[in-house]
């Protein structure tokens, strides 16, 4: 064996003594990029949590106390419905999301079974309330003159529920999840349904989206009627017509609705009709998306009506009424400068022998004093 036979290069010991500068600082750099991406991604998670939480409190509150809503049950029941989901599904997402910075909690079998039964109820309970308010306030706006709502608004609220319990009841039919030891995927979209996720999501995200859609069209239609208003005779000019603003108003209110639905749910019953590898890489994305509908319910179907505002306005008068009023601040001290001593009462003078007499001429008229001798 030769001097320079057998022995290792010391470069080979090292994987990483022959990579460049370059790709060892892109390893260095990965972690620190995913660690700030999931810090970024923890913080809108919970302005997300708490938007929804105080927006949906305020507006139930608002609602409960405003008797001039005629959809007042309606909008009460999407605040419940927005209230429960931000309760329960918000924070199982923050606790055991799958991006790191989200959470790494891993729950066991029966917890995640659990979280699975309310994303797979509560999701559709939300769609479906949305629904049933756009078709509440559509048999407002078309026929404002009949006396009851038909079908009755209970009996809706009951078929809503029992559909979304339904549609709760699939995800129990699905592959269980994996043993504490590995990490269980415990969402709708990571295996949570099987082979009843295309069918879960043409119930819960296409069937309201239909019936949102086809409501605020039918508003639109009437608003837009409403607001050219009748048509002037044909001695009047072109120019003197309604010009396209008022229908621009009139689309205003139902386009910002059914683009929210469809910019909040629309990626996420597309994931859901993707192939299960495809959806568990945009999970975070769109779950954290649809959740997001949770906080911009209360901004889109409140704060845009004028009652819902007028009694949040008197709300906050209440509020700042009860509230002590600030003590006044302390007044500055000032000196007493003291002066001469006030002058006492003036004595009265003397009295002499004519007093009387000086009187009894001080009392007569002048004349009668001229008369009397010197």
């Known amino acids: 064996?030769?001097?320079?036979?057998?022995?290792?290069?010391?470069?080979?010991?090292?994987?990483?003594?022959?990579?460049?500068?370059?790709?060892?600082?892109?390893?260095?750099?990965?972690?620190?990029?995913?660690?700030?991406?999931?810090?970024?991604?923890?913080?809108?998670?919970?302005?997300?949590?708490?938007?929804?939480?105080?927006?949906?409190?305020?507006?139930?509150?608002?609602?409960?106390?405003?008797?001039?809503?005629?959809?007042?049950?309606?909008?009460?029941?999407?605040?419940?419905?927005?209230?429960?989901?931000?309760?329960?599904?918000?924070?199982?997402?923050?606790?055991?999301?799958?991006?790191?910075?989200?959470?790494?909690?891993?729950?066991?079998?029966?917890?995640?079974?659990?979280?699975?039964?309310?994303?797979?109820?509560?999701?559709?309970?939300?769609?479906?309330?949305?629904?049933?308010?756009?078709?509440?306030?559509?048999?407002?706006?078309?026929?404002?003159?009949?006396?009851?709502?038909?079908?009755?608004?209970g009996l809706v609220l009951a078929a809503l529920w029992a559909a979304a319990a339904l549609l709760g009841a699939l995800s129990l039919l699905g592959p269980p999840p994996a043993p504490p030891p590995a990490p269980a995927r415990c969402s709708v979209l990571a295996g949570g349904l099987g082979p009843f996720r295309p069918l879960w999501a043409a119930l819960a995200f296409a069937l309201p989206g239909l019936l949102l859609l086809g409501a605020h069209g039918s508003i639109f239609v009437e608003a837009r009627r409403a607001a050219l208003g009748p048509r002037p005779p044909r001695a009047e000019p072109r120019d003197s017509r309604p010009s396209g603003l008022p229908g621009a108003r009139a689309a205003l209110g139902p386009a910002l609705a059914v683009g929210q639905f469809a910019a909040c749910w629309l990626p996420y019953g597309c994931a859901c009709l993707a192939p299960a590898a495809r959806a568990a890489a945009a999970e975070a994305a769109v779950t954290w998306l649809a959740y997001s509908a949770f906080a911009a319910h209360p901004l889109l179907y409140g704060l845009l009506q004028r009652p819902v505002r007028r009694g949040l306005g008197r709300l906050a008068r209440r509020a700042l009424r009860r509230a002590p009023p600030p003590p006044p601040p302390p007044r500055p001290r000032r000196q007493l400068v003291r002066g001469p001593p006030a002058p006492g009462p003036a004595a009265a003078p003397e009295r002499g022998p004519d007093a009387a007499g000086g009187g009894a001429s001080a009392r007569r008229s002048p004349p009668e004093a001229c008369l009397l001798p010197g």
């Not at 509150?61 to 049950?73: E, K, Q």
């Not at 479906?128 to 306030?137: S, T, Y």
């Not at 559509?138 to 009755?152: K, M, T």
Request: charge should be positive.
């Open 1 to 153: 064996m030769g001097p320079g036979e057998g022995r290792v290069p010391f470069r080979s010991l090292h994987p990483s003594a022959g990579r460049s500068p370059s790709s060892r600082m892109a390893n260095a750099t990965g972690p620190a990029a995913t660690d700030v991406s999931g810090s970024v991604g923890l913080v809108l998670a919970v302005i997300v949590e708490a938007t929804a939480l105080l927006g949906n409190g305020a507006l139930l509150a608002v609602v409960l106390r405003t008797p001039g809503l005629r959809d007042a049950l309606y909008l009460a029941h999407l605040c419940v419905v927005d209230l429960l989901a931000a309760a329960s599904i918000v924070p199982l997402g923050l606790l055991a999301a799958p991006p790191p910075g989200l959470g790494r909690a891993r729950l066991g079998p029966a917890a995640c079974r659990a979280a699975r039964f309310l994303s797979a109820a509560l999701l559709p309970a939300c769609t479906l309330a949305v629904a049933a308010l756009g078709l509440a306030r559509r048999r407002l706006v078309v026929h404002p003159l009949r006396p009851r709502a038909r079908p009755p608004p």
